[in-house]
């Protein structure tokens, strides 16, 4: 993974600032605690093997690189699960990267970036598809927890890109809200590929379209023009457990 911070040039998606806003304050009103500990004592938990708690993209990415080299050679540290990590935890979190992942259950990104209690916000939807709970989860960690890096992990064989090449060849009548899903992904599907082919490169093309997406939103954007926050795209391979960088 690339240590080079990202620009996305922002494109206008009508209708979000209200909502990604809406979902924001339901979830300001619900985490108030957490944030209002978000400081001194939570950062002094960032200790130790990792050092200080990475506060810039680039530092961000570095670290989630690192951890992953020590999870694809087995040289996995898990930390920050102390018993006084867990005690400085209680007094509010400070995670210095959110990372918007599949609900596969073969790409915990905890285990994946080898990081522990603390370190990352994760947010989890099949296929990494955006809705507005998603939405302002993901801006809650970069509004109010200062969060310096968002990460769109896409992964190898995801089964949610799948279905929804298959649902666009016709080949598969997907039910309830897995129309949804099928639907927000179809965007990706290049037709003039292959089967194999054809799902592989839609993986990886949905990650660059949620990415682009996300960094054009209001409460992300300014952000990234101010070089205080990257958005990024990867992706993990399950063949050789290495996330490799999406541009």
Same mark, same amino acid.
């Given at each position: 993974?690339?240590?080079?911070?990202?620009?996305? %040039?922002?494109?206008?998606?009508?209708?979000?600032?209200?909502?990604?806003? +809406?979902?924001?304050?339901? =979830?300001?009103?619900?985490?108030?605690?957490? *944030?209002?500990?978000?400081?001194?004592? *939570?950062?002094?938990?960032? !200790? +130790?093997?990792?050092?200080?708690?990475?506060? !810039?993209?680039? =530092?961000?990415?570095?670290?989630?690189?690192?951890?992953?080299?020590?999870?694809?050679?087995?040289? /996995? *540290?898990?930390?920050?699960? !102390?018993?006084?990590?867990?005690?400085?935890?209680?007094?509010?979190?400070?995670?210095?990267?959110?990372?918007?992942?599949?609900?596969?259950?073969?790409?915990?990104?905890?285990?994946?970036?080898?990081?522990?209690? +603390?370190?990352?916000?994760?947010?989890?939807?099949?296929? /990494?598809?955006?809705?507005? =709970?998603?939405?302002?989860?993901?801006?809650?960690?970069?509004?109010?927890?200062?969060?310096?890096?968002?990460?769109?992990?896409?992964?190898?064989?995801?089964?949610?890109?799948?279905?929804?090449? %298959?649902?666009?060849?016709?080949?598969?009548?997907?039910?309830?809200?897995?129309?949804?899903?099928?639907?927000?992904?179809?965007?990706?599907?290049?037709?003039?590929?292959? %089967?194999?082919?054809?799902?592989?490169?839609?993986?990886?093309?949905?990650?660059?379209?949620?990415?682009?997406?996300?960094? =054009?939103?209001?409460?992300?954007?300014?952000?990234?023009?101010?070089?205080?926050?990257?958005?990024?795209? *990867?992706?993990?391979?399950? !063949?050789?457990?290495?996330?490799?960088?999406?541009?």
């Amino acid at each position: 993974m690339s240590v080079l911070a990202e620009r996305h %040039r922002a494109e206008a998606i009508p209708g979000r600032r209200g909502l990604v806003r +809406g979902a924001l304050t339901g =979830a300001v009103a619900l985490c108030a605690g957490l *944030a209002s500990g978000a400081g001194s004592t *939570a950062r002094s938990a960032r !200790t +130790g093997l990792h050092g200080p708690r990475p506060a !810039t993209p680039e =530092a961000a990415l570095r670290e989630l690189s690192a951890g992953n080299v020590r999870w694809r050679t087995f040289h /996995e *540290a898990h930390p920050d699960a !102390t018993r006084t990590v867990r005690q400085a935890l209680v007094g509010g979190q400070h995670p210095f990267a959110v990372i918007l992942g599949c609900v596969d259950s073969r790409v915990p990104p905890e285990l994946v970036f080898d990081q522990g209690l +603390g370190d990352l916000m994760t947010v989890r939807s099949a296929g /990494e598809v955006l809705d507005d =709970a998603v939405l302002g989860s993901i801006a809650f960690g970069v509004v109010e927890l200062a969060i310096p890096l968002v990460v769109v992990l896409g992964h190898q064989s995801c089964g949610a890109v799948t279905a929804a090449v %298959r649902a666009a060849e016709g080949l598969e009548q997907l039910p309830g809200h897995l129309r949804y899903l099928a639907q927000q992904i179809r965007p990706a599907v290049d037709r003039s590929l292959r %089967r194999e082919a054809r799902v592989d490169a839609a993986v990886t093309e949905n990650v660059r379209l949620v990415r682009s997406r996300l960094a =054009a939103e209001p409460d992300l954007a300014a952000r990234v023009t101010a070089g205080k926050l990257a958005v990024v795209g *990867a992706r993990y391979e399950l !063949t050789t457990q290495r996330v490799r960088r999406i541009r």
